[in-house]
Structures are given as C-alpha cells and as structure tokens.
C-alpha cells in the first residue's frame, strides 16, 4: 500500500483558500481530516475530540516539549496546534490528508514533514484580494492595508511551496488543485515500491 499524501493549501486571507478547500474535500470524498488541540474553552455544542481537544496550556505545553505537533501557533491569548501521531496513522493507513492553514503553519508542516504537497492559492491579483477583503465588510482601512501587506509578504514567500494556483474562479481552482493531488500520486518515488514489486515477479 502507497503512503498517503499530506497536501497544504494556504494563502493569504481574501484568497478564498477555504472555499476551494471545501470543494476538493467534498469532491474527494474519503479524505483524512486532523482534529486540533486548543487551550481555549470549549463553545456552545462543541465536544471533545470531535470538534477539538481541549486542553488545559499545561498539557499543551508538554505535549508540544514532547514534539507531538505537526505545527502548533499562537492565536491572542489562547494555542492551537495539529498533533502529530494521528496525521502519521492516516497516512500510513494510505488515506490522503488535507490542510487548509496559514503561511506559518505551512512552513512548520513543511519542515517537519518535507515530502507533503503544498499548494499557494492566491487571487489572480492585488486588486481581486482587495475588491474580496472590501466585500466581507468587515476590514478598516488600516486592517486593510495590513491584510495587503501582509500579502504581499507572503507571496514573496511563494519558493518555499511546491506550486502556486492563481484562484479566479473557485471550480476552476479546486480542479486544479485535485489535478495537483492526481499528479503528485504518479509520481515514481511515490511508487517506486510498487515497480519493484512487479519486476520481481516471475510470472511476468
């Protein structure tokens, strides 16, 4: 049985990383999905271990001295991190992983686990990512010059993912992205195992 793949989607915020998320997890079907660990206090209807695992910041910060998060950050006042153990158990299991997760959280994810499948989703320009942040009507001016620079900072950012998917239309975006997921499985170092296999058999 081949690995499965670890793929990271990420980008800057307006770039619509979410929405194309959540069209190749439904159109993939039976994808791995991590459930994260948090120091903050539970809401109305969430559950333990379904939503998230709720954690006291003493147990975060032992598991996180113990190295069992695949990337861990800091939101306010409150941790937020991807253990590590259950994401390696999905994809030695065969089952693909996917992330929807910040520049930072992408480059943990990346040096922890250098052969994942990280994907930069950015609009087709400045302007779009403007025109999109605007629209949610929930941004400054001020906020909104920092999600633009922030962007741009980002995007100088672009050699340390494997490929860049410029989001204009998000069907378009998305089957791109699945076409990524389908080419990187074709790969010959992700199926070498597999040929060696067949050569050796006799009967062939």
Avoid: W
Wanted: hydrophobic share 35%.
């Amino acid at each position: 049985m081949n690995k499965g793949l670890l793929i990271v989607l990420s980008g800057p915020s307006g770039a619509g990383k979410g929405t194309v998320y959540s069209v190749v997890t439904k159109a993939l079907g039976d994808i791995g999905k991590s459930i994260s660990v948090t120091t903050r206090a539970p809401r109305a209807g969430e559950v333990d271990g379904v939503h998230y695992h709720f954690r006291t910041v003493a147990q975060y910060n032992e598991m996180k001295e113990k190295g069992e998060f695949l990337e861990t950050a800091q939101v306010y006042n409150n941790y937020y991190g991807t253990p590590l153990a259950p994401v390696m158990q999905m994809l030695s299991e065969g089952k693909d992983v996917l992330f929807e997760i910040d520049i930072e959280g992408a480059k943990q994810i990346k040096e922890k686990y250098p052969e994942c499948v990280s994907v930069f989703i950015m609009p087709p320009s400045f302007e779009i990512l403007e025109e999109r942040l605007r629209g949610r009507g929930t941004e400054d001016e001020n906020s909104l010059a920092t999600r633009l620079g922030s962007a741009r900072g980002e995007l100088a950012q672009f050699k340390r993912f494997d490929y860049i998917v410029f989001n204009d239309e998000v069907s378009v975006a998305s089957q791109k992205v699945i076409d990524i997921i389908a080419a990187e499985k074709c790969r010959i170092s992700r199926n070498e195992e597999k040929i060696l296999g067949l050569l050796k058999n006799k009967n062939l």
